[in-house]
């Protein structure tokens, strides 16, 4: 199964851009990598998802090493209201059907 | 738009009962798929389905049913229920499909075995 890896939490500081990594080595060619977060007690939202090339929105910036291996997901003016669980995820193909599995996420907390 | 809408919200149940649980997508989406959420592993995928057949299934056993009416609307049923079947279950709508669209969740609904 291809396996995300996030670094388990995070702080930043409101106002500043927070840089949440995530390794994907596993990664097959067509699989995505997506973005959701999810604040406590509610149900996880999404943010970006990307193929190959950088991707921006509204909410988030997503930067995707050329080798896929790894991603970045930036959000650039933190504000409390970001605190959350940050889960990356690929899809993966196991025993003949696909799957998308979340990771264990990284717990980005705004400070203040 | 009305987001997707899980029922009911919570549900405690004793061991070796079944339980269903029932989800509305978003108008017009018509792929659903549930998720189950719990401390130690958490967010694990159990299925999906698209215009009723169920498309993609996770590595969950053959108690964790569903099914996926005309309307959209799906539900979810696990049989002969175990203590670590207490989770919250996660219903998530999407325009075509969880891979590689965005899928909009609900609320959940929280499942106490006892």
């Known amino acids: 199964d291809a396996k995300t890896t996030q670094p388990t939490s995070m702080d930043c500081a409101e106002g500043r851009a927070a840089n949440l990594p995530c390794n994907h080595s596993t990664i097959s060619g067509n699989e995505y990598v997506y973005w959701y977060r999810q604040i406590h007690s509610q149900g996880p939202q999404y943010i970006i998802h990307?193929?190959?090339n950088n991707e921006t929105n509204e909410m988030a910036s997503l930067i995707i090493t050329e080798d896929r291996k790894s991603s970045t997901l930036i959000l650039p003016h933190a504000t409390l209201r970001d605190t959350a669980v940050y889960y990356c995820?690929?899809?993966?193909?196991?025993?003949?059907?696909?799957?998308?599995?979340f990771g264990t996420g990284t717990k980005l907390q705004v400070i203040p | 738009k009305a987001g997707v809408t899980q029922t009911p919200r919570y549900l405690i149940k004793t061991r070796g009962q079944q339980v269903t649980l029932s989800c509305s997508p978003i108008s017009g989406h018509r792929s659903v798929s549930w998720y189950q959420q719990t401390p130690g592993q958490g967010l694990q995928f159990l299925f999906e389905y698209f215009s009723e057949t169920q498309r993609n299934k996770g590595n969950f056993p053959g108690r964790f049913s569903g099914r996926q009416f005309s309307n959209s609307r799906s539900e979810m049923n696990v049989s002969t229920l175990e203590l670590g079947d207490s989770a919250l279950y996660l219903c998530a709508s999407s325009l075509k499909g969880s891979l590689y669209n965005e899928q909009f969740f609900g609320p959940g609904t929280r499942l106490t075995v006892l």
């Open positions: 995820i690929v899809s993966s193909l196991s025993g003949g059907y696909q799957k998308v599995t």
């Open positions: 990307g193929l190959k």
